[in-house]
């Protein structure tokens, strides 16, 4: 095996280093399926799965819809004790044969490695997303990073195979510096996707969270010392394993904040429904607080009012709108409320990706938004900030809306229309804001459901893949 | 730090989980290319040995592509004849100090990679530091 070279951090960076200390983490994980099948998980798992649906799974063991190596099956035991009394968090954690019945599907259906100049980095908007770990402590089934937590390959549009592999610290901060170079060089753009410096970095994964202090840190002080300004960490273990925010990782955050004060952070935290979240009384209600608000789990609150008492530090959730998991407008209000007060900006919700599987997880895009629409009636403004976002290949895009007026005259048209807007767009976002109206199809799961009713396509979203307005296909 | 519960009533192999196992043809190697692979850290070092701290692994599966003599295997794929090895990463991960930085391997670590039996050759006491 050959040695990778080293990254050498600064005397800054060294300080800080040696300061962090790494903290020690039970979160009791299982891992795969043959503990429950040889009943050898602790004696309050051993109903998790019923023998039928352990029976149903086995069956498709190393066959082509074998459930496991779609997704391997991990669950903490924080998140099992969430999941005995919560069906939605059951259906997010279990896997269920469902999710193979229709393999139809994309392996990379945001085209995200198209963007990877450099391993484990993904560049496609003006922040760089990078990949420094390949697992969480438990596994969404609807997750959509298969190449990396099931270790898939992944072939780009030029018939290349992507490299899959996490990043390296070296690696990131020489590709950072060296396009920050060619900006400063070029007045502020860079000569050939004209963006400006890059100035945040996501780190992702599988989740950053279950790396150590150290490998943390090391991670945090390289992208500040690089001249990163914002530095977000995408993670959801808040919900899998609360715990891990505990006195050894805020005291690192705040010597972080002493060596590099300028650098901000953003925590992207993921709750898909309040049961990761609220305690529930033996009937399954939340429970009111005496002073307002509900009840939550101790450590979950805990942890993020630590992040709270850090103004250099922001939170933001985002989470799919999934099939029998949060697709309820009540869960989806309680949850945005809840957040909000806590001190959780409610940023995305997202239409589920056309992965490979995805019909079992996946909520028609007009229901999603009439869920969500629903969800925040009754929100206050600030708490209904949240947008619901589809990811097409140019980029983020919201469902805009969906009207219920007849638009004759076009396919689906006599139900209404929809209305997309890009919100971002690769590069240097040429395309932002621009809309796309489609005649409705309440089935549409994915934009290739609106492909023979485009109305109007200023966005290009159909363009690009030579898919013509009804208007053009009527004129010829 | 507390032993899981099952683990002190019964201490048979079948109750201890423990999903990745470092197993007898790391003994006298110690190649510890696993040590840059593993994201948490959680391995320990003897004098001639390397073991995995179950509390502590995340179950990523990244040490197993890495150990040039392919002595880590997840306890799914542990063959019946190393079964002991699940007992021995328990016992030795709590004695052993922590290491977190890859080293040159043993002198005759080419010597001895696949040969069977290096069991009898473990060394259980600490590292002298």
């Known amino acids: 095996m050959t040695r990778k070279e080293k990254y050498v951090p600064s005397a800054t960076e060294s300080t800080f280093l040696a300061t962090v200390t790494n903290g020690k983490y039970d979160r009791d994980i299982i891992t795969g399926l043959k503990k429950f099948f040889e009943g050898n998980v602790p004696q309050d798992m051993q109903g998790f799965y019923s023998e039928e649906e352990l029976a149903a799974i086995l069956e498709l063991d190393g066959t082509e819809r074998d459930l496991q190596a779609r997704m391997p099956v991990k669950i903490t035991r924080h998140y099992f004790e969430r999941a005995k009394t919560s069906k939605a968090i059951q259906t997010l954690v279990k896997a269920s044969p469902k999710e193979t019945y229709d393999l139809d599907g994309a392996e990379d259906p945001g085209k995200q490695m198209t963007y990877s100049p450099v391993e484990g980095l993904i560049h496609k908007y003006e922040l760089g997303l990078i990949y420094v770990a390949a697992t969480c402590s438990a596994h969404c089934r609807f997750c959509y990073r298969e190449e990396l937590i099931a270790k898939k390959d992944i072939t780009r549009e030029d018939g290349t195979v992507a490299p899959k592999g996490l990043a390296q610290i070296k690696d990131i901060v020489d590709y950072i510096t060296e396009h920050n170079r060619l900006v400063k060089e070029n007045d502020g753009r860079h000569p050939e996707t004209s963006r400006e410096f890059l100035r945040e970095i996501l780190m992702s994964g599988g989740d950053p969270m279950v790396l150590g202090n150290k490998n943390i840190a090391q991670w945090l002080s390289a992208l500040a010392q690089a001249g990163i300004e914002n530095i977000r960490i995408g993670t959801k273990e808040l919900a899998f394993y609360p715990k891990r925010f505990d006195e050894t990782f805020f005291s690192m955050l705040d010597a972080f904040h002493e060596a590099y004060p300028r650098t901000n952070l953003r925590m992207m935290v993921h709750f898909n429904h309040p049961d990761e979240f609220l305690l529930t009384d033996p009937d399954g209600d939340y429970i009111p607080h005496p002073n307002g608000g509900l009840e939550w789990v101790p450590e979950t609150r805990t942890a993020i009012q630590e992040f709270g008492r850090r103004p250099w530090i922001n939170i933001d959730n985002q989470s799919p709108i999934i099939a029998g998991i949060n697709d309820d407008a009540d869960a989806l209000r309680i949850m945005q409320r809840e957040l909000k007060r806590n001190g959780v900006e409610n940023h995305y919700f997202f239409c589920g990706r056309d992965i490979v599987g995805h019909k079992a997880f996946n909520v028609p895009i007009e229901r999603a938004w009439s869920i969500l629409n629903e969800s925040q009636k009754g929100l206050s403004g600030v708490e209904a900030h949240a947008r619901l976002s589809i990811t097409h290949y140019k980029g983020k895009t919201e469902v805009a809306a969906v009207t219920n007026t007849p638009f004759p005259g076009v396919k689906g048209g006599e139900n209404g229309v929809v209305i997309f807007k890009l919100l971002r767009s690769a590069a240097d976002a040429p395309d932002r804001c621009k809309v796309t109206i489609v005649g409705r199809n309440e089935e549409a799961i994915w934009f290739s459901g609106y492909d023979d009713r485009v109305i109007l396509d200023e966005a290009e979203l159909y363009a690009m893949y030579d898919i013509p307005t009804l208007n053009a296909i009527a004129a010829e | ?129």
Not at chain 2, 21 to 38: G, H, P
Not at chain 2, 39 to 64: K, Q, S
Not at chain 2, 84 to 92: G, H, K, M, R, S
Request: net charge negative; charged share 30%.
């Open chain 2, 1 to 129: 730090m507390p032993l899981r519960q099952n683990r002190c009533i019964n201490r048979e192999f079948e109750d201890i989980k423990l999903t990745y196992i470092v197993t007898d043809n790391c003994i006298l190697c110690k190649y510890t290319d696993c040590i840059d692979e593993c994201p948490v850290d959680c391995f320990y070092e003897g004098p001639n040995f390397l073991v995995i701290h179950p509390d502590e692994c995340i179950d990523c599966d990244a040490c197993v592509d890495a150990c040039p003599a392919n002595a880590i295997f997840s306890e799914d794929n542990l063959p019946d004849e190393k079964k002991e090895f699940l007992l021995l990463n328990e016992q030795l991960s709590l004695i052993w100090p922590q290491i977190t930085d890859t080293k040159e391997p043993l002198p005759d670590a080419e010597k001895w990679d696949g040969v069977s039996g290096k069991l009898q050759y473990l060394t259980k006491t600490s590292l002298e530091t």
